[in-house]
């Protein structure tokens, strides 16, 4: 059967036969005349910026793979993207076409945040397995959303939150979590920067580019380069310092806290400092903004420890020389963020950075940039995922997306 | 001296002067923002005072209206400006002083600013001031301001019209709803899709049958769109709507009908018609011939 014939005998039994979320991946299952298990997972890349593109070499990279589509509105990253992959990787304006492939086992997205939940639920629904760039999600419902829908057509769903796979982050959360520092009563996290509105006169659009496309799900508005290319710091686009490191470090305090199915209770922002405090349910108070630590410090009544990329320290010295003892709380080794996704594709596992992980971390995130908009303190239910007490606060988990888009 | 008592430090009080003096501070406390309010106060100082930065704003209904009206009367004019700048600077007053609004406890001042936006939006402002407007009223506005909005639904602007759908869609209140489901049958094209988009996304379970009909609509779009909020609301009616979409039109159209069956199971299980799900869920496994 060809690929034609195929696509047409999957459209005729498209009304219950592609319903079933009980299906994985063709490159996942054995069966006549499909790739078995040790075959290599068929990738299609969405998103090929800076980081989307490295993404394709760094998956280049792995014997299990192989990159075969890449998709992106703007021709000239897609050209140059698809020249990393070689011959025979296809290359698409619209993600839809690239999820449109049965051949394509699992995808790699690294498009602007204001994509990220609607790429990342489509390819669940097309029965593709995910990995998705941080940050997760642009809202809190959008967060959401993602798990229930990857829960739903039972994807292996990693988030990019790679530090995850660090073993300084994995060894600093191990030591915490087993009292090595006492009790912990607070951390301070270097992360900053909530996104404001662009007010930007209209440009041409280049015509390499397709700007509606690039658009999506965010409000209508003309082209700017600074839109396009600096879109980090447009709320519209993205969350802003807050979320784009926050996924990393608040993440990291997340999983130092033991936290990674609930969060905060209560968070605000002190008037004119450049800070945000997170308080738990525990008592630990998480200072995050422009504290003085070097990413992530950790508190504790009997020692701190401080954790950044390849830089970990202790106060006193002799916490990180000791060995954990088997009664300690050791986490998971990951092989590295990639390959753990990899994985997990086959043996069908959740992988370090799940979804629900990477949902909860974002959540903190747009917690604290909601606390520097409004300006007041709010009370966080991590059950329900509402404020307390602050219906219209709770208008700002969610924002419509432009129409036909929708989540 | 008359009532010349002892007090507990010793002193001595009279009692007259004591009571005198004591309403007296009190009427004054009571009164200091409306006194301190003037028709003629600077705007800067208002905008402090409406944003939680200055002296606590007027009480008295009036006056509060009074100076929300001021205030956004003033703001106008850089909400239509060409200059960008001038443009960013208003918003971010309108915002601040909004936002400062929404606070919980401070319903009246909310529901003031809520009520001097919505006036605004008459034909003396233009389109590009009301979209800025339009959009503080999705996230403070409420049943007050759902009138005014209402009536943009059918604005010659195409990007005031989403604007408004998208406010609409955030505000809580049943008269938000009723609006848009009112929409419906005069939008036409992509903004009719959006309409209904709108309405799955507030699972409003009062346009079931208003989207039954537009999920037996030929255009493939709109038929989609309903199926998917009919999905999302979770009302079994749809049930055989739903399947019915999902054998006709393109492929991508009858996934996202197979999709929606699927929320919609899920949702009634959620909803506790658990019965009603396990059919649904029933059916789609019978039917699951492994093709692979």
């Not at chain 1, 990639?338 to 994985?343: A, E, G, I, M, P």
């Not at chain 2, 200091?32 to 705007?43: R, T, W």
């Not at chain 2, 205030?71 to 960013?88: C, K, N, T």
């Not at chain 2, 208003?90 to 936006?117: I, T």
């Amino acid at each position: 059967m060809n690929r034609r014939d195929f696509l047409k005998k999957a459209a005729k039994g498209v009304g219950f036969g592609l319903v079933t979320p009980y299906v994985i991946s063709s490159g996942v299952l054995s069966a006549p005349g499909r790739p078995g298990a040790n075959d290599r997972i068929a990738l299609g890349h969405i998103g090929l910026g800076r980081r989307g593109t490295g993404l394709v070499r760094l998956f280049a990279r792995e014997a299990s793979t192989r990159s075969i589509a890449v998709a992106d509105p703007d021709a000239k990253r897609r050209a140059s993207a698809a020249g990393v992959v070689g011959k025979g990787c296809a290359a698409y304006t619209d993600y839809r076409d690239l999820l449109d492939r049965k051949d394509i086992d699992a995808v790699v997205i690294a498009t602007p945040d204001h994509w990220h939940a609607l790429q990342s639920i489509h390819a669940c629904e097309a029965r593709k397995d995910v990995y998705c760039e941080k940050p997760l999600s642009l809202t809190v419902e959008e967060a959401r959303t993602m798990v229930t829908v990857a829960r739903r057509y039972k994807r292996v769903f990693q988030t990019g939150s790679q530090q995850r796979s660090s073993p300084e982050f994995r060894r600093t959360c191990e030591l915490v979590r087993s009292g090595r520092i006492g009790k912990l009563h607070a951390v301070r996290v270097e992360v900053w920067g909530t996104p404001r509105d662009y007010y930007l006169p209209a440009q041409r659009v280049p015509d390499w580019l397709n700007w509606d496309l690039w658009l999506g799900p965010a409000p209508r508005r003309p082209y700017h380069t600074r839109r396009h290319l600096n879109w980090g710091g447009c709320w519209d686009y993205s969350g802003g310092g807050m979320t784009g490191w926050g996924s990393h470090h608040l993440d990291i305090v997340q999983w130092g806290l033991d936290m990674d199915h609930s969060g905060p209770v209560e968070v605000f922002h002190p008037k004119g400092k450049a800070h945000v405090v997170f308080k738990y349910a525990s008592g630990v108070v998480v200072l995050c903004g422009r504290v003085g630590a070097n990413a992530i410090l950790f508190e504790g009544t009997e020692g701190k420890i401080e954790v950044n990329r390849g830089h970990f320290r202790t106060w006193p010295e002799k916490i990180g020389k000791e060995p954990l003892d088997p009664k300690d709380v050791h986490l998971f080794k990951s092989p590295g963020h990639q390959k753990n996704w990899l994985n997990c594709i086959r043996t069908r596992k959740r992988p370090i950075c799940d979804v629900e992980i990477g949902c909860r971390s974002i959540i903190v995130c747009h917690l604290g940039n909601i606390a520097v908009w409004l300006g007041r303190k709010l009370r966080w239910s991590p059950e329900k995922e509402r404020f307390v007490g602050d219906e219209l606060a709770n208008r700002w988990l969610s924002r419509p997306m432009r129409a036909p888009l929708h989540l | 001296m008359r009532n010349m008592i002892p007090n507990k430090e010793g002193k001595t009080t009279n009692r007259l002067n004591e009571f005198l003096f004591t309403t007296i501070l009190a009427v004054a406390l009571l009164n200091l923002p409306a006194i301190a309010f003037s028709q003629n106060e600077d705007i800067e100082n208002l905008v402090k005072r409406l944003s939680g930065e200055g002296a606590p704003p007027p009480t008295r209904p009036q006056e509060l209206s009074s100076a929300y009206k001021r205030v956004i009367e003033a703001l106008i004019p850089g909400l239509a400006s060409s200059q960008s700048r001038e443009i960013e600077r208003a918003d971010n007053v309108l915002k601040k002083m909004c936002w400062h609004a929404g606070r919980p406890g401070a319903e009246a001042e909310r529901l003031a600013v809520s009520k001097a936006l919505a006036e605004k939006l008459g034909k003396d402002v233009l389109m590009q001031a009301s979209r800025y407007v339009v959009r503080q009223l999705g996230l403070i506005g409420d049943k007050e301001a759902v009138p005014a909005l209402a009536r943009l639904l059918k604005s010659r602007d195409a990007l005031l019209r989403e604007e408004t759908r998208r406010a609409l869609q955030r505000i809580p209140s049943e008269a938000a709803s009723i609006a848009l489901r009112k929409a419906i049958p005069g939008a036409k094209g992509d903004f009719r899709i959006a309409l209904v988009i709108s309405l799955g996304a507030r699972r409003d379970a009062g346009s079931v049958d208003l989207l039954l009909k537009e999920a037996r609509k030929e255009d493939e779009g709109l038929r989609t769109a309903a199926v998917e909020a009919l999905g999302r609301i979770g009302d079994a009616r749809a049930t055989p709507l739903i399947e019915a979409a999902m054998k006709r039109g393109f492929q991508r159209a009858r996934q996202r009908a197979a999709n929606a069956l699927l929320i919609l199971a899920d949702n009634l299980a959620t909803k506790g018609e658990k019965d009603a799900a396990n059919r649904i869920r029933r059916r789609i496994q019978k039917a699951t011939t492994p093709q692979r």
